[in-house]
């Protein structure tokens, strides 16, 4: 901010001021546009007093349908051929010059802002007319204006050659610096969005190069240099630019604001914005290939206006939603308040800050400190979703090596469990077929198939206990009733089930982790407590906790079943940890019973 505030200070000093003294000098006389007088008749009406000072004259009237005409006198000079008159007033359009010395009347160049250009007289974007001031007699001066079409400027300066010159000069490089910082800021943005690879951030470089386009033709910079052979871009480039701009702004926040899932109507607002300004782009189509609709401008200035509008109320609701900073709005409305306030300021012609801030200048100061907040804006958003990025980018590659040793450790561990398994299970068996293949009696193949056939059926047993279906929440009841029944099949002890759940929707993860645990309960149940009956319970509590309870009536945990059911106890609790719940033994010499509580929506 101090950069921009120390950018355009001179800006601000230097730029165009009026010359209190040559209002000293000028009478004023308005006809209606039935008087038409000639400029014999308005010479007349002069020397009858009808011409008029104002006490305090100030930079704009409003004509309507009336003709002004202004006086003033130059006095003859030899240390200067001329004095020029300048009417800082780029969109004027119409206004002629008559000179007389004693008795007779001449004329110079009539100039408009569509067809007699003032740079074709004197190559400046204002008219500018030449008195001569090597008469000897002195020179009364008559200017007519005409100007239907809103407020007409009257900025006036008489000034000889230096001075006219010098002031040239000076408006002229800080319009270059101000190009400059537009141009720049395009550039970077366009760098910026090529090199993040953020290519909406286009859509506002684009919308800058509109702004310098409006700048140009706004101080009539576009007219003096570039357009001055179309007539199409000399009527309509200005409001062209800025339909052009207010689509790219609409993209730009389409695409770059981030919407909350409940924004749908902000998004909408700003989508309709959009849309508006298609059908008034195809119009100035239309009016390039063949011409008309001349006020077509002002159509279009209201329906931006009404558009803006909406923006306006919409950037201050998702400010209000905490979706963007405040001082985006602030950059937002400055430009739209500069051009109200702009077009409603009338100051005095002896107020140096109070000519520049009237018309546009307020609007292109506001303009590039709303450029400046909204490259802070976008920066900003960048740079921290890319922080953001590749903070999530860490944390997410951590947690795959976290899982990968974690998925390595478990299958080191379920490696160790299945050696375990196997050789509590089947070492027994092949020590006893060894014996009893060594040892030769009558009943020794009787003996060798009774051992085969327990082995085939703990075999059978350890699969069914390894075996891991798909399970979600719909067949996850019937994937346990199968569980259970296969069991049974295997196993002497009377396993007994009891699933009551209903109505509820559980986590596939919830629902693998419950099925893991009972697999891992009823197995140990089945191979250490020594129970003639397994009891698996399982039903929901308020439609919030489910509990689990699997009882055996066998001999109850001891020191050397804590020591074999080791891991797979370790494996419960570290099972039931992930699903927040809570895990209770009841151990006793008839039985052991654990009871399993886990929230169901968690």
């Avoid at 689509?247 to 926040?253: I, P, Q």
Wanted: proline share 2%; with cysteine; charged share 20%.
């Amino acid at each position: 901010m101090r950069t921009l505030i120390l950018f355009l200070l001179p800006f601000t000093l230097f730029s165009q001021k009026a010359d209190p003294t040559i209002y000293e000098k000028i009478s004023s006389l308005q006809l209606e546009e039935n008087n038409n007088y000639n400029i014999v008749e308005i010479v007349e009406k002069y020397e009858e007093g009808a011409f008029k000072k104002e006490a305090k004259p100030q930079i704009y009237k409003k004509l309507g349908t009336n003709t002004l005409w202004i006086h003033f006198s130059v006095n003859s000079s030899k240390k200067n051929r001329f004095k020029y008159f300048t009417n800082s007033n780029s969109y004027l359009a119409y206004g002629k010059i008559y000179l007389k010395r004693g008795d007779e009347i001449d004329s110079l160049q009539q100039v408009s802002n569509n067809e007699n250009f003032p740079h074709k007289y004197v190559f400046y974007r204002d008219p500018v007319w030449k008195i001569p001031t090597d008469s000897v007699l002195k020179t009364d001066v008559f200017l007519k204006i005409i100007n239907k079409n809103g407020r007409t400027r009257l900025l006036f300066h008489l000034e000889n050659e230096n001075e006219f010159l010098k002031r040239v000069e000076t408006e002229y490089t800080f319009f270059g610096l101000y190009l400059a910082f537009l141009i720049s800021m395009t550039l970077v943005l366009t760098f910026f969005a090529v090199l993040k690879k953020e290519y909406v951030v286009l859509f506002y470089a684009f919308y800058i190069v509109t702004a310098i386009i409006e700048f140009l033709a706004g101080k009539g910079l576009g007219v003096q240099y570039f357009w001055s052979d179309s007539s199409f871009l000399i009527n309509n480039f200005r409001s062209l630019s800025q339909t052009l701009g207010t689509m790219l702004l609409g993209f730009f926040y389409l695409k770059f604001y981030k919407f909350g899932k409940n924004e749908k109507i902000s998004k909408a607002v700003f989508r309709w914005g959009i849309i508006l300004t298609i059908p008034l782009l195809c119009i100035y189509f239309y009016k390039f290939l063949y011409g008309g609709l001349e006020s077509y401008f002002l159509t279009v200035w209201i329906i931006l206006q009404l558009i803006v509008f909406t923006w306006i109320i919409n950037h201050f609701y998702l400010t209000y939603k905490k979706q963007l900073p405040f001082y985006l709005v602030i950059a937002f409305v400055m430009p739209i308040v500069a051009v109200i306030f702009g077009q409603m300021y009338n100051p005095d012609v002896t107020s140096g800050l109070g000519v520049f801030f009237s018309g546009p200048n307020t609007y292109y100061l506001a303009l590039a400190i709303e450029i400046l907040l909204f490259t802070r804006f976008i920066f900003d958003s960048v740079i921290n979703t890319q922080k953001q990025y590749f903070k999530l980018k860490k944390v997410s590659d951590e947690l795959k090596y976290n899982f990968q040793n974690k998925a390595l450790e478990i299958q080191h561990q379920e490696q160790n469990k299945l050696v375990s398994n196997v050789h509590d299970t089947f070492g027994g068996y092949l020590e006893a077929l060894k014996l009893r293949l060594l040892q030769k009696t009558e009943n020794t193949p009787e003996k060798i198939q009774e051992i085969l056939d327990a082995f085939y059926k703990d075999y059978r047993y350890l699969l069914n206990s390894l075996y891991a279906p798909k399970i979600n929440s719909e067949n996850f009841v019937e994937s346990l009733v199968e569980f259970c029944k296969k069991l049974n099949s295997l196993t002497e002890q009377d396993i007994k089930y009891d699933f009551k759940i209903s109505n509820i929707d559980l986590h596939q993860e919830k629902c693998v982790h419950l099925y893991r645990i009972i697999s891992e309960l009823t197995t140990n149940a089945i191979k250490y407590s020594k129970s003639s009956e397994i009891s698996i319970l399982l039903h929901q509590k308020n439609n919030k906790i489910l509990i689990l309870e699997v009882i055996d009536n066998g001999i109850g945990l001891n020191q050397n079943t804590k020591t074999k059911k080791g891991f797979g106890l370790k494996n419960v609790k570290e099972r039931v940890e992930q699903m927040k719940g809570i895990l209770k033994i009841d151990t006793e010499n008839n039985g052991t019973k654990f009871k399993i509580e886990v929230p169901i929506n968690e």
